[in-house]
Structures are given as structure tokens and as C-alpha cells.
């Protein structure tokens, strides 16, 4: 049989990057494509030395030690911990993917066999075909699965009686305060399910326009006030909520820019929520003067951690 050797390489080059991208996608970091594409090549030349007749790459410590210069040239070594964290998620996302192939093998009946503990098959010379499956359908799939999974996972880990400093950009404004992140806030938009925090306007009310403000006031009336006169008339969201022993209820909603969450030591930025105002007092004691959405902080990009 007539193997196609750079096709092989192609394969494996694909499912190499998803890896990388899937392991940066839970740790949440930002890394530049460049740096990707680097630990993806330097991953796939791994097929070149299998074809060597050598038993040493198959050595579970050489596997180990090329795993470490793949992960050294994707995320880099800032520290010990944010290396390691890198190296076992790494092994994570492979062992998942992995097993996703090779349950795909017994369930669509490929014809395979197991030669020094490599899964070889004798379908094309061109790589196998489950495997080229694997990765226009099922690793994409796996990665918004993952994704959401993970962040649930993250929301019910995160300690919600902490109070964090934030600061808020709408537009060219600066809202800067400490929020509480509260597990009872599960407040969405019903249109496009955004989080919604609540941000309390009895601190914040000579910060923003006046317009805004009125019409937080008299939300009843949104559309009587000339859009000339709402800088903010585009950012505008009605958000119904309902309280305990009330009925139905309304709440002006504003689409912010940023917000940047400083929680442990670690500075995070988020930008798909909304602001919800209020006039209620948050905090009697005035602790704190916005209530935060856990998917605010789950779902946000951590910028800079404490060593």
C-alpha cells in the first residue's frame, strides 16, 4: 500500500493544533496563533520518528520529553505551576480526544489492529478516515462542549461570598466600585441570554448622563424621549425579572464595553454582559455597590495572575 506521508503529517498537524487550542480554550489563555501553529508543527514532526526503526520513540519517557517542548514552544514557561497546568491539561485534552477516536474505531467497525502500541488500519494510505472525521466534525463539537462544560464547572467552584473591585467602561464613561458575586443572580437577557449584573444608581447617578438616568427613572416610557437626547439610546436593553413575592417587573439595561475584575489577586476582563440599574440600595452597609453574574467571571479572560 502506498502511504501519503504528507497527508499523514497534514492529519496530525490538525488534530495537534485543535489539542493546543482546546487546552488554551479551559485554561483560558490568550495565546497568539504563531505560537500555536509552532506547537502544532513541532508536535506532528512526532510521525516522521515512528517511521524510523527505532524502538526508543516509543518510549513512554520520550514521549513525556517531547510533550514538554511542545507545551514550552505553545505557552511558554512564566512559572513552574503555569507550566504544569499547561502539561496535564495538554495530556487531558489528548486522552479525551483519543478515546473519542478510538470509541468511533469499534463503533463503526474499522478494521484495525494494534502494532507496538500504535492503532494501525488498513483503509488508505492517506490516514485514517475516522481520524479526518474526527477532525472536521468531532473536535469542534467536543470543543463548544467542553467549553460550556467547563465553565459550569467553574461557576459552581468560584467562592460567592467574595466582594471584588471592578471597573466598568461604557462608552468614554469610567465606573469604578466593589461588587459582590452572587450565585443567586441568574438574571439574563431573554433575547440573546447575556448575563446581567446590577449596578446600583443611587452611587452612580451623577456619573452617567442624565438621559440615562431619566429614563432608568420611567423605564415605562422609554420610547417617549428623543433619541438625539440619549447618547446610550443604542445600548438600551428592557430586562423582565421577577422577585420574590412580586409580580413581573422591568429593568433598564445598558450594553457595556468592558469590565475588569480583580478577584485573589488575578485580573480578569469580561465583555459580553449588561448592566441592569437600579435605584434600590444594593448594600444597606454599602459594601459593595454592584451585584456581579457568576458568568461574568467564568466566562472572563484572565489578563494577569499573582505569581
Not at 67 to 90: A, D, H, N, P, W
Not at 149 to 160: F, H
Not at 164 to 190: A, R, V, Y
Request: net charge neutral; aromatic share 14%.
Amino acid at each position: 500500500m502506498t502511504i501519503y506521508l504528507d497527508v499523514i503529517w497534514f492529519l496530525n498537524f490538525c488534530i495537534d493544533f485543535m489539542l493546543l487550542w482546546l487546552t488554551s480554550i479551559i485554561l483560558k489563555r490568550n495565546t497568539k496563533m504563531g505560537r500555536l501553529i509552532l506547537g502544532s508543527f513541532l508536535g506532528s514532526l512526532y510521525v516522521l520518528f515512528l517511521f524510523l526503526d527505532s524502538s526508543l520513540v516509543y518510549h513512554p519517557i520520550v514521549k513525556f520529553i517531547y510533550s514538554v517542548f511542545i507545551i514550552m514552544c505553545t505557552f511558554g514557561f512564566k512559572r513552574f505551576r503555569y507550566f504544569v497546568q499547561g502539561l496535564f491539561m495538554f495530556y487531558f485534552a489528548t486522552f479525551i480526544t483519543g478515546g473519542g477516536i478510538l470509541g468511533a474505531h469499534y463503533f463503526l467497525q474499522s478494521e484495525a489492529q494494534v502494532m507496538n502500541g500504535v492503532l494501525m488500519t488498513q483503509s488508505t494510505g492517506m490516514g485514517d478516515p475516522i481520524s479526518w472525521l474526527f477532525v472536521l466534525l468531532m473536535v469542534p463539537v467536543m470543543i463548544y462542549f467542553t467549553k460550556r462544560r467547563v465553565g459550569d464547572i467553574e461557576v459552581r467552584k468560584l467562592r460567592y461570598d467574595q466582594i471584588m473591585n471592578f471597573e466598568l467602561k461604557i462608552d468614554s464613561t469610567i465606573l469604578k466600585g466593589q461588587g459582590l458575586l452572587d450565585s443567586g443572580n441568574q438574571l439574563h437577557d431573554p433575547i440573546t441570554k447575556t448575563p446581567v449584573m446590577i449596578l446600583d444608581l443611587t452611587v452612580f447617578e451623577n456619573e452617567l448622563p442624565d438621559p440615562v438616568v431619566q429614563q432608568a427613572k420611567s423605564i415605562d416610557q422609554l420610547g417617549d424621549m428623543d433619541d438625539e437626547e440619549n447618547p446610550w439610546i443604542d445600548r438600551m436593553r428592557i430586562i423582565p425579572y421577577r422577585a420574590v413575592g412580586s409580580s413581573n417587573q422591568f429593568l433598564m439595561g445598558i450594553k457595556a464595553d468592558q469590565m475588569t475584575i480583580w478577584a485573589d489577586g488575578v485580573k480578569y476582563e469580561t465583555r459580553n454582559f449588561i448592566v441592569g440599574l437600579t435605584f434600590t440600595n444594593v448594600s444597606g452597609e454599602g459594601e459593595y455597590q454592584a451585584i456581579l453574574h457568576p458568568k461574568m467571571l467564568s466566562h472572563a479572560t484572565v489578563v494577569s495572575s499573582a505569581s
